[in-house]
């Protein structure tokens, strides 16, 4: 069965500094990967989504994602955060052709000032 | 386009009593989820619907968790009774058909959830 890793539970990081949010995945098969954010006092929404082809993918608010098989991961990034992304952030995986989605535990982003 | 609507937004009752959720998808969406996220965690697969019919209620508690799509339109999840560990967000989200040919894996549109807490 497949399963989601988000390494850190919180990031605290600095207004205008980059931000690399970890996830890994483990899967015997092919996989859709995707990133979810969830706003406070919010549902969850679809941040970006790796279905196949290039491996680097871009997503709203300037996120983007690259899709690294060999480690199976699939890290989240943003060079400039603002503190307009204070959000906690969920990894997710699917089995290929299938509408299950696993999601791991999330990952808190703090903004500072 | 209306999004996914989800009633009460809060609810607190007392353990061993019992709670309705409502939720209503977006129009179109054939496949209907609800989700159990606790405090800390992330969303756990409660159930899936396709149009009427379950797909997956695989990790539902069924002795205490039921849920019906009649119509295949709107949902209602039930806990009776309830228990301390039920206090949680429950999250109803919805995506297209499957076999559709609009169909986009992984693009689950979610409500602004329900948020139990049992004392």
């Known amino acids: 069965a497949q399963s989601v890793t988000q390494l850190d539970s919180q990031v605290p990081v600095f207004e205008e500094a980059p931000v690399e949010l970890r996830c890994n995945y483990s899967s015997s098969v092919s996989v859709y990967l995707f990133w979810y954010v969830q706003y406070p006092n919010q549902g969850l929404q679809l941040l970006l989504k790796y279905l196949s082809g290039s491996t680097l993918v871009k997503g709203i608010n300037g996120f983007e994602a690259e899709f690294n098989k060999s480690q199976t991961s699939f890290h989240l990034r943003k060079p400039s955060v603002h503190i307009s992304d204070t959000a906690e952030y969920f990894c997710a995986v699917s089995v290929e052709g299938y509408d299950k989605i696993i999601f791991g535990k999330g990952t808190r982003l703090h903004i500072l000032p | 386009e209306a999004g996914v609507a989800q009633s009460p937004r809060y609810k607190i009752i007392e353990k061993r009593q019992s709670v309705a959720f409502w939720c209503n998808p977006i129009?179109?969406?054939?496949?209907l989820y609800w989700y159990q996220q606790i405090l800390g965690q992330g969303p756990k697969l409660l159930i899936q619907?396709?149009?009427?019919?379950?797909?997956?209620d695989s990790q539902l508690p069924k002795d205490r968790f039921s849920a019906e799509r009649l119509k295949g339109v709107d949902s209602t999840l039930k806990i009776q009774p309830a228990k301390l560990e039920d206090s949680a967000v429950y999250l109803c989200?919805?995506?297209?058909?499957?076999?559709?040919?609009?169909?986009?894996?992984?693009?689950?549109?979610f409500g602004e959830g329900s948020r139990l807490t049992v004392l």
């Open positions: 129009s179109g969406h054939a496949t």
């Open positions: 619907f396709q149009n009427n019919g379950v797909v997956d």
């Open positions: 989200a919805s995506s297209l058909d499957l076999a559709g040919a609009q169909w986009r894996p992984g693009e689950l549109f």
